[in-house]
């Protein structure tokens, strides 16, 4: 079983910072890929950020309403991945989700998500 637990949302004023954390613990094999995804009230989700992990690639990938505001990176030791985000505007409020794609064992391999953490941005 694995799991994935976010911390590091909250309130923060337009302009702000903050950073999300996403820890997988469980079994785990190895770690292809790590995302970060928001839906916003009304809205679909979209993806955010992406890191290729496996392999130590480290490949990124940014939604262009994020680009050079945000920042995705990962620690392969702890199986975690963090989200940096600065210049926060209000239309960054949403719900984050972390999702990984795991191999629990050398050919199997599924998507994972956390339960999200809240991030407001106040204007």
């Known amino acids: 079983q694995v799991q994935l637990v976010e911390s590091g949302g909250g309130l923060v004023q337009a302009g702000g910072s903050l950073r999300l954390s996403c820890a997988a613990s469980g079994s785990i094999f190895s770690i292809n890929a790590m995302n970060w995804y928001r839906q916003a009230p009304g809205k679909q989700r979209e993806l955010v950020a992406s890191?290729?992990?496996?392999?130590?690639?480290?490949?990124?990938n940014y939604a262009d309403s994020v680009k050079g505001r945000f920042t995705i990176s990962r620690d392969n030791a702890d199986n975690t991945v963090y989200l940096q985000m600065n210049s926060l505007k209000s239309e960054d409020t949403a719900v984050y989700y972390c999702?990984?794609?795991?191999?629990?064992?050398?050919?199997?391999?599924?998507?994972?998500w956390g339960k999200g953490t809240l991030v407001t941005v106040s204007s």
């Open positions: 999702n990984m794609n795991i191999y629990i064992n050398s050919l199997t391999r599924d998507d994972y």
């Open positions: 890191i290729i992990s496996r392999n130590n690639r480290g490949t990124t």
